[in-house]
């Protein structure tokens, strides 16, 4: 297996993996319960550059080899972003979607100046009980943490306490409570002091 950046290309495989993770918040920020425009609208903005979604926020994991069932040699991906940037990020995908869906876009800040925020991990469901979640979150504490020396950040459903389980085991702390969509969340951090 392999972890890499996303491409252009490859926003037709990462948009039905984002969709998995952040399928109700997709359609609260469209005003439609519509899987194909959910879809559409994910692909247009992972395809482009400089925005919340864009591939070059994308850390994908793939397969070496493709079987020949397979469509996809994509088993995850993480959207990670610099939360300072958060704003910035949102512009775009406001625009895009006034434009398209004659909706405001203006949810909650989820992330703030100080850390690398993980928006959303999600695992094609052929591929999960594999631990493909877990290398990849190893994977990004290793890369950002250990290396780098960045905080972490990441939110966490409190109706998911599994989720949260896993976060706490791999080294994340509780620092606050969050509001996002109306779902209420633990925003959760793990530091370079504390590894």
């Given at each position: 297996m392999n972890?890499r950046?996303?491409l252009p290309?490859d ?31 994910l692909?247009?903005?992972?395809f482009?550059k ?19 069932n ?13 939360g ?5 990020l949102?512009?775009p995908?406001a ?22 925020y ?10 999960q009980?594999r ?10 504490i290793?890369?950002y ?11 966490v ?6 989720a ?9 702390k ?20 504390t590894i």
């Amino acid at each position: 297996m392999n972890i890499r950046r996303g491409l252009p290309e490859d926003s037709a495989e990462i948009a039905p993996l984002l969709l998995l993770a952040m399928e109700d918040i997709v359609y609260k920020f469209i005003g439609a319960e519509s899987k194909k425009k959910a879809l559409d609208f994910l692909e247009t903005m992972i395809f482009q550059k400089g925005n919340q979604y864009s591939h070059e926020n994308c850390w994908i994991i793939e397969d070496d080899i493709r079987e020949e069932n397979e469509s996809s040699r994509i088993l995850g991906v993480s959207l990670v972003y610099e939360g300072a940037e958060l704003n910035k990020l949102r512009l775009p995908v406001a625009f895009y979607i006034k434009e398209n869906f004659n909706r405001d876009f203006n949810p909650e800040d989820e992330t703030q100046p100080g850390e690398i925020y993980i928006d959303c991990v999600a695992v094609d469901p052929n591929s999960q009980g594999r631990g493909i979640g877990s290398m990849m979150f190893k994977f990004l504490i290793d890369y950002y943490v250990k290396k780098q020396k960045l905080t972490l950040g990441l939110l966490v459903d409190n109706d998911n306490p599994s989720a949260k389980k896993l976060y706490l085991k791999l080294g994340f702390k509780v620092v606050s409570q969050k509001s996002l969509v109306g779902k209420q969340m633990d925003h959760m951090q793990i530091e370079p002091s504390t590894i």
